[in-house]
């Protein structure tokens, strides 16, 4: 009996779970899903309305972004698989060659690597040239007029009341410009260094060709030109930036050398990188016919050429570009009468707002409260100086260049006010640099040093800008000070990837509120370390004591 009784609760069916709780969790799940995706709806619903009224506005409002029904009009890059539209361009080709095939052919059996898109140029006006056609957009252009002429009515008060004397800012220009003459002396040597790279190139090329029966001997040749070619970039760098130190050149005309030579750097760079992997391919790898001439000489483009890029608004090397048909002169006077307004702007700035918080640091008594007073005092300064930067150099002078050069792709900047993540911002900013550290650095990290790894690529430019940024500003400064370095290759970084799931509308909040105060902290802290290094006495007893913040041993 005990043995039957136990073979029945053993063939006992087993017990089912609660309903209820079962109901409850799928109620749960059903409400929770249903909430989702009446989110995402509501949000796909109001992109695809903004998108609409953007339509309309620019089809009424903004005619010269609807004037050709081009798909590629704000955008600079095609797979190199996918024709461009170019056909605003005068020799028929955006990149004055056919797109480029990769570098490397497929190899049988094995899956290719995503083909990364080529730079495209088409001609096409800067953004603010086309929005500023709009009478609203030019009445806030009238606003940063009016802004100027208050600057100048500042100074101008200040001076008769309180110095005695109109000065209008002149003493900062003498101040921020001596020994200019030594920097164009400089400048004008650098070009003779560029120049000779081109003839230097091209004697490489001809004598690979020449080597090419014996491989041995080309791959010598070759590797011994490369490591030739690298030693003279450090070289170059380590006298631009030795320069500075040994003329002890003032902020203004460091930065002059400085991002010359580094403009000049990048040039240099992307001409040998373009053209080598010309000269390696081979016409068997070419489309273009010209790569080899009717000797079988590898095709090196003509000093023409490559003196018209050294003077381009662009850092990336073709042939040739889209050219306009004439120069607008009253455009080109109009931008450079901008740059020689925002110029005065910045000394009367400086004059008024940076030295006036602090001038004295070192010399006066510093709390946090004081510091804290201080950096909201620069805070709508600090927002003028970036906004006036941003236009200064990536409008108004490239502007003015690009229109005496007749050089047609304006598009050195995009829509970088409207991002709501820091990732978008970056590559809106300054497009002019970011096609730069796209074609030559990340494209080449993806694809030969970390193998199609994204983010691997994508901090190893973020470093090598933020090192760049930082030894401008340290050398121009006289300083070792690495907050740029700490700004731009750490939290920049890290907002990167904090805020790409960020909403529109909050996204973009708080990227402008971290731009105003990144960059007041910024200005506010080498503003400080720059008069704590003049005022205060500090002699360094040791090598640490070079490596601590001014700011810090004034007070302690």
Known sequence: MEAKKQENQ????????????????????????LTDFEQRLSCMVEDVLQDLRQRELRAHEFPNFEKSDRKSTWHNRVTSQAPADVSDSPNGHANGSNPRPPLQAEKSGQKPRRQLPEKVFVARESYLTAL?????????????????????????CYDYFVEGRFDLGLGTFRGGLRRLHWVMAVWLLEHV?????????????????????????????????????????LVFCFVSTSLCLKFNLPFVSACVLLLESTRLLMKMHAFVRYNAERVLGGKAKRIDAKEEDDT????????????YFLFAPTL??????????????????????????IAFLYAFIHERHIHEHFGQYGLEPMGPSQLILKLFGMMLPSAVIFLCGFYLILHSWLNFTAELLRFGDRMFYKDWWTSHTYDAYYRN???????????YVYKDMYSHVFRGSKVAASLSVFMISALVHEQVLGFALQM????????????GVALVFLMRSAPKVLGNIFLWFS????????????????????NCNLSPQSWTDRLLPAVWRCYN
């Open 10 to 33: 053993d063939q006992a069916p087993p017990r089912l779970p609660d309903l209820n709780f079962v109901r409850d969790k799928l109620q749960k799940f059903q409400s929770k899903m």
């Open 132 to 156: 500023l056609q709009v009478e609203h957009m030019r009445t806030i252009y009238h606003i940063f007029y009016i802004i100027l002429v208050m600057f100048l009515l500042n100074v101008i």
């Open 193 to 233: 260094f560029v120049l000779a790279l081109y003839f230097a190139f091209r004697g490489w090329a001809l004598v690979r060709h020449k080597l090419k029966p014996h491989s041995s001997l080309q791959r010598f040749w070759s590797h011994s030109c490369l490591i030739l070619y690298i030693s003279s970039q």
């Open 296 to 307: 079988g000489r590898p095709f090196v483009p003509p000093l023409s050429c490559y003196t």
């Open 316 to 341: 990336i090397y073709r042939d040739s570009y889209p050219r306009t048909s004439h120069i607008r002169w009253k455009f080109a006077l109009n931008r450079l009468l901008e740059v020689v307004a």
């Open 429 to 439: 900013w300054n497009v002019v640099v970011h096609d730069w550290l796209y074609e």
């Open 480 to 491: 070792f000070f690495p907050v740029m370095f700490f700004f731009f290759g750490v939290v």
């Open 515 to 534: 731009l105003i105060l990144g960059n007041a902290t910024l200005i506010s802290l080498y503003a400080m370390e720059h008069y704590a290094l003049k």
